[in-house]
């Protein structure tokens, strides 16, 4: 029963090993450099972010309007008997009479039709700058958008990052339990034949078998979950989800780290930083345009209109003009909003300051994450040196009848721990590098 158990768990392992491992030579194969600039580049967040861009352009060119002319067209028809507009459409069509000036023909008049075409044009000739104003707040707030879209893409660069060291480290993972799953093999067999020597009871080779079936089942979760993170990376990168996505282990990082010149360095760099400081803009510029209300307002204008009973019987006329307005009370919703433009520019001075402790905490964290990231690296390498000598050493000791199966068995756990702790804190140097970059603005 348990020699079927495992031979079914071992077919079981063979047919997911190659359902992972086949399509190697059709591959798509990333470095991490690729796998962050596909994300940031070729993928729908990174176009919605560029669509975001555009969309703030076009908000300019609305803004800029301001100083152009409005040129409007109106074509209309009415008909009734209405004393002023019958009064009002003969006047406009020239054809009032001295009978239209009898009091039964003002009050009871038939009905007439009026047809009009008009062409009307308006000019802003001074507005207290609030034209301008328009357009460089709609300019800063493309600006930001602009950061926004660079902040974006590199959260997605991020994003791809994660995906690549998952799948390395699943890499890893399912190797280590490809070699724990040669180990037991190597180490059941050995005790059949001491066991046919009589050196050792069934007791032992259970033992074994069970071991055995635990390292294949790893092997199995390993491979699933492997298969899982190339489909997560290339959705990552924008790729085809059906495409298989392999990827090329990055050199370890050794650049020294000084957490001062790094912090000076993403002062400078990061886009938060400077979007704070757009915002800032924003805000005193809206602070401008609130105080315009509060100014005079000067513009032309001028029709030119025909009218007739029928588009073919139309009368022209024409009629310019020239306005000035001014603000005189509003119901204190003028001083209201200046009011919040003002506590809003303060609002955003005191959360630039805030950004850039901010932005210096996150360096600082992420320099000490890597230093320590850099230290596990090392201990892990060490311990897994010490664990796989320690189980070359209890494996001597059980041939010759000194250690006994707990021993090797515990040996071997010991290895696959070691195992998964120094490629955890490898694949932690590599990430905690990526996001120690992004905080510093490199990206």
Same mark, same amino acid.
């Given at each position: 029963?348990?020699?079927?158990?495992?031979?079914?768990?071992?077919?079981?392992?063979?047919?997911?090993?190659?359902?992972?491992?086949?399509?190697?030579?059709?591959? /798509?194969?990333?470095?991490?450099?690729?796998?962050?600039?596909?994300?940031?580049?070729? /993928?729908?967040?990174?176009?919605?972010?560029?669509?975001?861009?555009?969309?703030?352009?076009?908000?300019?060119?609305?803004?800029?309007?301001? %100083?152009?002319?409005?040129?409007?067209?109106?074509?209309? *028809?009415?008909?009734?008997?209405?004393?002023?507009?019958?009064?009002?459409?003969?006047?406009?069509?020239?054809? %009032?009479?001295?009978?239209? %000036?009898?009091? &039964?023909?003002?009050?009871?008049?038939?009905?007439?039709?009026?047809?009009?075409?008009?062409?009307? @044009?308006?000019?802003?000739?001074?507005?207290?700058?609030?034209?301008?104003?328009?357009?460089?707040?709609?300019?800063?707030?493309?600006?930001?958008? /602009?950061?926004?879209?660079?902040?974006?893409?590199?959260?997605?660069?991020?994003?791809?990052?994660?995906?690549?060291?998952?799948?390395?480290?699943?890499?890893?993972?399912?190797?280590?339990?490809?070699?724990?799953?040669?180990?037991?093999?190597?180490?059941?067999?050995?005790?059949?034949?001491?066991?046919?020597?009589?050196?050792?009871? =069934?007791?032992?080779?259970?033992?074994?078998?069970?071991?055995?079936?635990?390292?294949?089942?790893?092997? @199995?979760?390993?491979?699933?979950?492997?298969?899982?993170?190339?489909?997560?990376?290339?959705?990552?990168?924008?790729?085809?989800?059906?495409?298989?996505?392999?990827?090329?282990?990055?050199?370890? &990082?050794?650049?020294?780290?000084?957490?001062?010149?790094?912090?000076?360095?993403?002062?400078?760099?990061?886009?938060?930083?400077?979007?704070?400081?757009?915002?800032?803009?924003?805000?005193?510029? =809206?602070?401008?345009?609130?105080?315009?209300?509060?100014?005079?307002?000067?513009?032309?204008?001028?029709?030119?209109?025909?009218?007739?009973?029928?588009?073919?019987?139309?009368?022209?006329?024409?009629?310019?003009?020239?306005?000035?307005?001014?603000? *005189?009370?509003?119901?204190?919703?003028?001083?209201?909003?200046?009011?919040?433009?003002?506590?809003?520019?303060?609002?955003?001075?005191?959360?630039?300051?805030?950004?850039?402790?901010? *932005?210096?905490?996150? @360096?600082?964290?992420?320099?000490?994450?890597?230093?320590?990231?850099?230290?596990?690296?090392?201990?892990?390498?060490?311990?897994?040196?010490?664990?796989?000598?320690?189980?070359? @050493?209890?494996?001597?000791?059980?041939?010759?009848?000194?250690?006994?199966?707990?021993?090797?068995?515990?040996?071997?756990?010991?290895?696959?721990?070691?195992?998964?702790?120094?490629?955890?804190?490898?694949?932690?140097? *590599?990430?905690?590098?990526?996001?120690?970059?992004?905080?510093?603005?490199?990206?």
């Amino acid at each position: 029963m348990n020699m079927r158990h495992t031979r079914h768990d071992w077919l079981l392992g063979a047919a997911l090993t190659l359902a992972v491992s086949a399509p190697v030579e059709t591959q /798509t194969m990333v470095t991490l450099e690729e796998a962050m600039a596909r994300a940031r580049t070729n /993928t729908p967040g990174a176009r919605a972010l560029a669509a975001s861009v555009a969309v703030a352009d076009a908000r300019v060119t609305e803004a800029r309007s301001g %100083f152009f002319p409005r040129l409007d067209v109106t074509e209309s *028809i009415q008909r009734g008997n209405q004393p002023v507009f019958v009064f009002s459409t003969l006047l406009s069509q020239r054809r %009032f009479a001295a009978a239209n %000036f009898a009091v &039964p023909t003002l009050n009871h008049p038939a009905p007439e039709t009026n047809v009009r075409t008009a062409v009307g @044009i308006t000019q802003h000739l001074y507005d207290a700058g609030a034209s301008r104003l328009a357009v460089r707040g709609a300019e800063l707030r493309r600006d930001l958008v /602009t950061l926004d879209q660079s902040a974006g893409t590199q959260d997605l660069a991020v994003s791809g990052a994660r995906a690549f060291v998952r799948v390395l480290k699943l890499e890893a993972e399912e190797r280590a339990t490809a070699a724990a799953v040669a180990a037991a093999e190597s180490d059941l067999e050995r005790t059949r034949r001491r066991r046919e020597a009589e050196l050792v009871t =069934d007791a032992d080779v259970l033992a074994f078998e069970v071991q055995l079936a635990d390292v294949r089942q790893r092997h @199995i979760a390993s491979g699933g979950d492997l298969v899982v993170a190339r489909l997560e990376l290339a959705e990552a990168l924008g790729l085809p989800l059906d495409e298989t996505v392999g990827v090329v282990k990055p050199a370890a &990082p050794a650049s020294p780290l000084e957490p001062a010149a790094l912090a000076r360095e993403g002062l400078n760099a990061r886009t938060e930083r400077r979007q704070a400081e757009l915002r800032l803009r924003v805000a005193e510029n =809206d602070r401008h345009l609130a105080r315009t209300a509060f100014l005079p307002r000067v513009g032309v204008e001028g029709a030119w209109e025909f009218n007739g009973s029928t588009w073919t019987e139309q009368r022209s006329g024409w009629l310019v003009g020239a306005t000035v307005t001014l603000n *005189i009370f509003n119901g204190f919703a003028d001083q209201a909003r200046a009011t919040a433009a003002r506590q809003a520019e303060s609002r955003a001075a005191a959360e630039r300051e805030q950004v850039e402790r901010r *932005i210096e905490v996150e @360096i600082r964290a992420a320099v000490a994450r890597v230093t320590a990231a850099r230290a596990r690296e090392a201990a892990g390498r060490a311990a897994l040196s010490q664990a796989r000598e320690s189980q070359r @050493i209890v494996r001597d000791r059980y041939d010759v009848g000194v250690a006994t199966v707990t021993d090797v068995l515990r040996a071997a756990e010991a290895v696959l721990d070691a195992e998964a702790r120094a490629t955890a804190a490898e694949m932690d140097v *590599i990430l905690e590098t990526v996001t120690l970059n992004r905080a510093v603005g490199r990206l």
